[in-house]
């Protein structure tokens, strides 16, 4: 690592005068002296004083530098045998809570903690735990000084066991110029010492300079030194020497010239303050002056006003970067007092010197020795805080959005690619993860891709983002401008970017990364839509179920396969963020990004099928896409739906159980699209990011629109062209019709809390029958309107294929019919109905000995269509009721939907209580009475002796009450009506 340990020696030193009439600044907190091992690498604190906030690391007797370790499952940090060379690397402790002699340690804003015997600490340790220590010396407790030689676990104030050997040192680093022209966006710095008792009249660095490495001007400039920096002042000139010796190709002739026009900051060989005690010889107290590049040379030339390179030229090293960070020792290695051409360059040091303690004057002058001299520190910095960016416990979230000067008019090429001004950031799949600059009508900033968090906010604006979906890092410097949110920034990583940019960053407004489905759309159909990119003729492509349920692209939409979701494994990503803790920079672990996986599936005839890929039988592809018969064997393939930028999707398969890091990010993952390479065209997978011109997918629900309010009621359905009702065929079905007068039918909801809600419609049957039992039949049997796609295609067992019924179509289509079927409804999702003379059960799925699957059959969406309303199966969201010839079915061409109006309706006289508000009716049965659409609400029945048989509250809007035959009462809320129960 590139880095010394500098020393600094707090001592006085006469200078001309009694020592009771002088003081001299010194550093405020650390003082260190050589390492007797005389490594000008390793310098250690000597006299520094402990106290909290103080930084160090700790070398040992072998000359290694300790580290310490995070504690698994723990916010801790403990001991650990492990060593490094490298001062770089070794583990900054800090002292915090001193009280006298003991203190705590801490690491990253984490505690350092070992066990009661002084070895390392683990989570399952947690009742020999120490986290207090003090320090010591030769056996003796150390109470204020850092020339310790262990640090030691403290029980009861009382020193204990050795946690770790090793003495105090800090680290020094040389100060480049991008460095120090960082400090202002790249356009430089000044110096101030605010150290100093008393400020300087004339501070020579109190300007804006800029620094430029003297080793960049050598070859232009003859005579220049090859090290060390110059500062010039950061006007325009000065700005134009920066650009020309930072060129891509710097040009000899162009940097002479600019720094022939730069102003330097240089030492005045014929102006010295005079300072009592100070050498005059060895170009102490000499004074400082500003000069054209022009006017500098080899050697000072008194007469020809000449002054020489190295006049102004300087180091310029962090002294303590842990504890004092910004403090600058300024040296100058070779200055040149004289016009003697044989002079030697005296070496010196740059700082404030205070006479009489800093109550009578001070200079910005030169020194042999560092001591006495106030450290010289930038004057301000916009470097941006990590409260500027952090939150207090929660993500710092952003789009990161180009603003800077838009390209030319006549820009093209490398140079329109390369400036990103109006764009937003965001990564993009490929062959391996990459960043890009989307324009905005092209990003969806809800998509993890757009979407980066802070994970480290360093010194000097040093500042770490991971975008969210590809956890790819930038790495920046930002500075902060006159305007929030805004800043300037050096994103050095991103391909052809170089210099600055001003960038905003806009707080995240949610994230919609990956398809995640509600309960309602789940219910809903939905096709998959693979829209083409680039030159393409047809620019929407679906999937058609071909022969042998092999699925193919069709462009035709018609033949669109409706699809239904069924939720299968999930999976989470965890990211590490940085957040801000009492003004501390710390970190935490968060799962952000929930990846749900899906089935795609179907219903046909009572039985489920789903869609599978499989090996293809073609050698030159590795996978087919089937429809196959779901059973208790099948495995369906899961689904991952990635959002990508543009807000289309990629179709991912993945395998139940997946993980985010391994199957979701990775830049090789694959999705399915269209390969239209040869005539016939097929489905197939491609890495994601190589762009095939159809592998960018839309899922569309079919639109239902607004539902019919999800209250149970009595009602018609009338239409313009009729009033619907039924009548029975010549093969006892009862078909739905057009009338002149209509039914009144019992509008049921099956799902009043969904956001689409369905409906069971259906018309009272008058019966004798007796229930087989009580729990058979809550309520009575009825015709319910049924969406007839089972009847019409069915397994024939004994042809062991489908077969058709005619008899459920309606005449000259292949559209089904509308029927009404006698059922009856015994819970939410179960019907009771008879199939082949046999009654059973109808419920979602199908239990072997216990019901069928198919009761979405018996369910209607009832939605908004204009003045009126659209009828559409809930097992068939792609169909939609209409009339032909008098004759209801279900038709795909929703332009032929039957428009029909909900009127009130004119229930029998002993099924309704007149309420509006509630519409609930009372129907009688045999032995029972059935309260619809009265949930929540009490029921009080009484017979007309005046004896209570009932007095309850009904949880569903489908109770079935017991009740003895004969004339009852029935009471709900304030309402009361007269039945007969049979």
Known sequence: MNKRIFTLMAAAMLVGAPMSNLAFASSPLIAVAADATGDENARKYETASLANGLKFILKNSNNQYLKAVEVEDTDYYTKTNETTTDDGEATVFEIRNYSNKTFTLWVDGNQVVVKKDGSAYSASDEDDKVTVFLAKKSGNVVTDKTDFTKICTSVLGSD?????????????????????????????FSFQFPDAKVSPEKNPFGNQMIAIEASKTCDAVIGSPSAGLYFVLANEAGKKLLSEVGADTPNNEKIKAAFNAATFVVVNPLANFGITGFDKNNAEGQDFTTVKGEKLASKNVKKDGKIAYTNAVYTVSEQDELNGAGEYTIKMKALIKDDDDNATGKEVYVGVYDLLGGGLKSYVTT???????????????????????????????YNIYFMGEKPAENASGTELNNNWSGKYLVNKYGTSFTSDAVAPADVDLKSALAQWYVTKVEAKGVVEFKNLETAKTISCKLYTTDKAGIYKAVISALSGKKGIEVVKLVPSKG????????DAQMKQGAELIFNGTGNVTVKEVYMKKGDGNKFVPTSDSDDSYTWKFEKSSSAKQEIEYAYLEKSEVKAKKVDTLAVQSYFLVSTKNGKKYGLQEVSSTDDEKSSDYKLVEVDGETELTPFVFKKYADGHYA?????DGFEYVDNIQQAGIKGLYVDNSDVDAEFAAEKIGNDKEYSHITVSFLDL????????????LDSDEGAISFKADKNGILEGIIAADGLTFWLDTADSKA???????????????????????????????????DSAEFWNEDKAAYDEDKNYFLAGTEDVKAIFRPAALVGVDTIKTSVNNQTVLVSKEAEEDVCLAGVENFKFYITKAGNGYKVVPAAAQDKFLYNLNGK??????????????????DPT??????????SIAVIAGNGTVTVQGAAGQNVKIVTVLGKVVADETVVSDNATIAAPAGIVFVTVGDETVKVAVK
């Open 160 to 188: 204990g066991e050795n946690v770790f050997e090793g003495t105090a040192y800090t680290r020094v680093a040389p100060t480049t110029d991008e460095t120090l022209n960082d400090n202002l966006a790249g356009n430089g």
């Open 888 to 905: 209801l079915g279900f038709t795909s061409a929703e332009d032929h939907a039957l428009i029909v109006t909900v009127g009130a309706g």
């Open 705 to 716: 629109g607004e539902s019919l309010e999800a209250t149970p009621r009595h009602a018609t």
């Open 651 to 655: 179709m991912i398969a993945v395998e």
């Open 909 to 918: 006289s002993n099924e309704s209580i007149d309420n509006a508000a509630s």
């Open 755 to 789: 956001d689409m809600p369905a409906f069971y419609i259906s018309k009272g049957i008058a019966t004798e029958e007796t229930p087989e039992t009580k729990a058979a039949e809550p309520a009575a049997l009825r015709n319910f309107l049924y969406f007839a796609q």
């Open 511 to 518: 994230i919609d990364a990956f398809l995640t489905l509600t």
């Open 367 to 397: 020194k042999s020795e560092s001591t006495n001299l106030s450290l010289a520190q930038t004057a301000g910095n916009n470097y941006v805080k990590a409260a500027d960016l952090l939150k207090t416990s929660d993500v710092a979230l």
